[in-house]
């Protein structure tokens, strides 16, 4: 395979992303539809006998029947020549593998990522289809946080026939492999749930639960020796926690809790068991700038005789925050705090700079450096029987004495900068979404159908929300979805109620 070439006449390679033993990922071009696309490509002139061909074909099989969104999408498959090719969604993050050479995860967001792969496994579980390669290399996240479950190369179809358990090899990676994998023994959805379990250990304390020198090492502790409780490597994680793993890492088969099951005790402990997103307390509503008082010394001025009284000294300006009274009485609807807040802030910003020019302007003109509306200032006084005017002039006559006046440094004020809260907002309301479809418990496969064809369209409908894509027409287009849904009878009325009011939360956001 090179760069540039043309695969079924269709898809046109770019760069190579990785490879394996089952054969290589390119990024490539769907020429017809003109979009990016993934392409893995298996020569099959290098196949070593037909257990290695019949299993791409049961790839291509399996893939086709996989609709989650936590799943990478399939959307083409077949052979080209001496080429087998699988076509895939291209996903724009990162892998759980490169996230993990960080350090561990925060114990919330593991959780979050364990809770998506097990729902993902619940899935293809109901489908007769196992992954056997649960690892933090096929598990992707992106950029907008979905996670994605990748290469179901070596997933089978659970109903093979004997001959070709009998010739099956070990497959996987030591690591995250289960006791019955390691020793070359039938696999089951049981399989998948130990290595979840081992996943589950790796985000929390960075490390799987069986470390060796080598692969041989590591599945003999894997089949005989006990597993590390997960409060021993990392203290403070929570029992629940705990002891759900140490469930799903028992060495026997039956004794594990099914995909679901963990789905279900990870969603309780990743959320609220409400769907309200709750933003974080905002500071005190009352933000109280210090007292800005500018005053001007009295002005004692000697005028020329006949002149006026000078002008008055200018009272000195405060400025103070004025809080709402507290008393009772009807009060109209409430902004969000972080409105008022801003507002606020706004306000009192534009009432100091009113201050400061009110100063600058009466001090200008008490200096006669901003002439007064009208004609020129003609001071009188009353009573008198000399000419009823003075006029002020241009130069100070001999022995006026000017005040010397001086304006004290004002403080600066400054607006801080808003934060995003419409933004964080409209996170928790889709958030809340999330929430009501973890809650939702189908009790059977059609339901559970229904379950997948919601959340795939509310994954792919909140991202074009958060990025602001025709917010409104995802949302409406959603609720279609869903609304349909609820009158097949597939969705049930509580699950339903729950929808529609956190949806209308989202609505009331975009």
Avoid at 71 to 77: E, H, K, N, R, Y
Avoid at 249 to 268: F, I, W, Y
Wanted: one cysteine or more; charged letters at 15%; aromatic letters at 4%.
């Amino acid at each position: 395979m090179h760069a540039g070439a043309l695969i079924a006449g269709r898809y046109r390679l770019s760069h190579l992303i990785g490879a394996g033993s089952m054969g290589q990922v390119w990024r490539a071009t769907d020429e017809r539809l003109r979009r990016d696309v993934a392409v893995k490509v298996v020569d099959l002139t290098q196949a070593t006998g037909p257990v290695t061909a019949g299993r791409f074909e049961r790839e291509v099989v399996a893939t086709a029947q996989l609709n989650h969104p936590a799943i990478v999408t399939t959307f083409d498959g077949g052979t080209d020549g001496d080429l087998a090719y699988l076509v895939m969604e291209l996903l724009d993050g990162v892998s759980l593998a490169a996230l993990l050479h960080r350090g561990p995860l925060p114990v919330r967001e593991a959780v979050r990522i364990g809770g998506e792969v097990a729902r993902a496994l619940e899935a293809t579980h109901l489908i007769g289809i196992v992954h056997r390669d649960i690892k933090p290399g096929n598990v992707m996240v992106t950029r907008t946080g979905h996670v994605k479950v990748l290469d179901f190369g070596i997933a089978r179809l659970t109903a093979e026939t004997a001959a070709e358990q009998a010739t099956r090899d070990v497959l996987g990676t030591a690591a995250y492999m289960s006791p019955e994998q390691a020793k070359g023994e039938p696999v089951g959805a049981a399989s998948d749930v130990y290595s979840l379990g081992c996943l589950l250990v790796a985000m929390v304390t960075g490390r799987p639960p069986f470390v060796g020198p080598n692969s041989v090492a590591i599945a003999q502790q894997q089949v005989s020796a006990a597993p590390p409780r997960l409060r021993q490597l990392r203290p403070g994680v929570p029992q629940p926690l705990d002891a759900l793993v140490a469930a799903m890492l028992a060495k026997d088969p039956a004794a594990r809790p099914t995909a679901a099951d963990v789905a279900r005790s990870l969603a309780g402990l990743a959320v609220p068991p409400e769907p309200t997103a709750v933003l974080p307390p905002a500071p005190s509503g009352t933000a109280v700038l210090p007292p800005v008082t500018a005053v001007l010394p009295p002005a004692t001025a000697v005028l020329p005789p006949g002149a006026g009284p000078a002008p008055a000294p200018v009272a000195s300006a405060r400025l103070r925050d004025v809080s709402a009274d507290p008393g009772g009485g009807p009060h109209p609807p409430q902004r969000p705090r972080w409105f008022r807040r801003g507002v606020r802030w706004v306000l009192l910003a534009m009432g100091g700079l009113v201050v400061v020019l009110g100063v600058v302007l009466a001090g200008n003109r008490l200096l006669g450096l901003v002439p007064q509306s009208g004609a020129a200032a003609t001071p009188t006084r009353t009573p008198t029987t000399r000419p009823p005017t003075a006029t002020r002039p241009t130069t100070p006559a001999p022995g006026l004495q000017w005040p010397s006046i001086q304006l004290p440094t004002l403080p600066t004020i400054q607006v801080p900068s808003l934060p995003s809260a419409g933004e964080a907002a409209l996170r928790g309301a889709v958030e809340g979404v999330n929430t009501v479809l973890d809650s939702w418990a189908p009790a059977d496969p059609a339901a559970v159908q229904a379950k997948s064809t919601v959340r795939q369209a509310w994954a792919k409908a909140s991202e074009k929300i958060l990025a602001g894509q025709n917010a409104e027409r995802e949302l409406a287009g959603f609720a279609a979805t869903v609304d349909r849904l609820h009158d097949k009878g597939s969705i049930p009325q509580g699950t339903y109620v729950a929808l529609t009011v956190a949806l209308q939360a989202v609505r009331v956001l975009v």
